[in-house]
């Protein structure tokens, strides 16, 4: 497998990772400081782990890896222990937490004097890492928000002089995905493109949980040699909602056939088969309550969705979009609540324990997408039409 090629990133972390093990092979000089900027956790995660590889023994942890938060912590009292020669290890490595309060109110110039004075004479047996995750760098750095570019500025500015800036950007939907692949491969695994491609759509490129469902993913598939789109269904739950999420798409969009093919995959792709039904109704009426709530508030875009669902009501990020422009099918409050009065009944036939629990489900289906009948005039309507 040929080595892929990374984004901004992967790239910054690289570089960092290579820079820290030459240092501790001696083949290469050490920054006295370095500055993690970014809110993508799992590549500070990575910058992490490649420090302690290479200067915290297992044994001197306790000695030698201090976590300070700047929050609760003085940087006049950071420096101090950076200062101070340990007595129980040959080196000392310090993470120093809400460097954001370095950019609070208030000019800070004894702060800044201070970090200034120590970076000029710092101690040869001391790194400092400062976690600056208090700005977002977007995977392509052109599209970075003015705030967070004139926070980044700010610390080039105040620490750039001294420390080595390791650009934490937001990972990709390719590189997620050749991230993904590539681990997998690691394990021995091929993992399949349509699944790589599921499996970081349906998570919304969001690394922390692509590693946490990766993980679960190459244990499931041990023996097999590969993981497949059917896996990824199987396993990741958001996969799962997202094939939902396209079921009532096409039961809003009128497409009877599109929505029982979809229907069947869900079926088909899930171990418990039909048993499942129960908890595709849940899902189902789930959804249309949050449909019911988009079209009563004229919810319009993805921003007031959240004030408009609470806590726990929400859908994942990826899916607000589609859900409002489902919504937005429906003509009146009469048609979704019509639509849960066809899952109540259908909850209600499948907990009677009917013959054939897929029949259930298709002919629910089928009627959800199917335009309402018109409701048949009452006995003394029609005697007032015949009359006139």
């Known amino acids: 497998m040929t080595a ?108 800044f004097a201070a970090l200034d004075r120590y970076f000029r004479s710092p101690n040869p047996q001391a790194l400092l890492l400062l976690v600056a995750d208090f700005l977002r760098i977007p995977a392509d750095a052109r599209r970075m928000e003015m705030d967070d570019k004139n926070r980044y500025e700010r610390l080039t500015e105040t620490l750039g002089e001294h420390c080595g800036m390791v650009e934490l950007a937001r990972v990709g939907e390719d590189d997620a995905m050749r991230w993904a692949a590539a681990t997998a491969h690691d ?40 993981i497949t789109l059917g896996d990824v269904e199987t396993l990741v739950l958001a996969a799962k909602q997202r094939s939902l999420y396209e079921l009532t798409d096409a039961i809003s969009a009128r497409d009877r056939v599109r929505a029982l093919a979809l229907l069947h995959g869900l079926l088909n792709s899930s171990d418990a088969g039909e048993d499942a039904a129960i908890g595709h109704l849940y899902m189902l009426a789930r959804t249309f309550r949050q449909m019911l709530v988009i079209l009563e508030k004229n919810v319009r875009d993805s921003r007031a969705i959240w004030q408009a669902l609470w806590q726990g009501f929400r859908m994942p990020p990826f899916a607000a979009d589609d859900l409002i422009r489902q919504a937005r099918r429906y003509k009146s409050r009469r048609d979704l609540t019509r639509a849960l009065r066809l899952v109540a009944r259908a909850d209600l036939e499948l907990r009677s324990s009917p013959p054939d629990k897929r029949l259930v489900l298709e002919r629910l289906v089928y009627d959800l997408a199917s335009e309402p009948k018109p409701a048949a005039p009452s006995w003394a309507a029609a005697q007032l039409t015949f009359e006139a």
């Not at 990575?46 to 890896?65: E, Q, S």
């Not at 759509?201 to 041990?222: F, T």
């Open 187 to 226: 394990a021995g695994l091929r993992l399949e493109p349509d699944a790589a491609r599921e499996l970081i759509d349906a998570l919304g490129a969001d690394m922390m949980l692509v590693s946490s469902e990766l993980e679960k993913l190459l244990l499931y598939a041990v023996g097999r040699g590969r």
């Open 4 to 111: 892929p090629r990374w984004g901004a990133g992967f790239s910054a972390v690289g570089r960092f990772a290579a820079e820290i093990e030459a240092a501790a092979a001696g083949q290469g000089s050490l920054r006295p400081g370095y500055v993690l900027a970014g809110d993508e956790t799992f590549l500070l995660d990575r910058c992490r782990a490649a420090v302690l590889k290479a200067f915290v023994p297992p044994d001197l942890r306790d000695f030698c890896l201090s976590e300070l938060d700047l929050a609760s912590t003085s940087i006049f009292e950071v420096l101090d222990l950076a200062q101070t020669p340990s007595l129980m290890a040959p080196f000392q490595v310090i993470f120093v937490r809400n460097v954001r309060q370095l950019y609070t109110r208030g000019a800070k110039k004894d702060e």
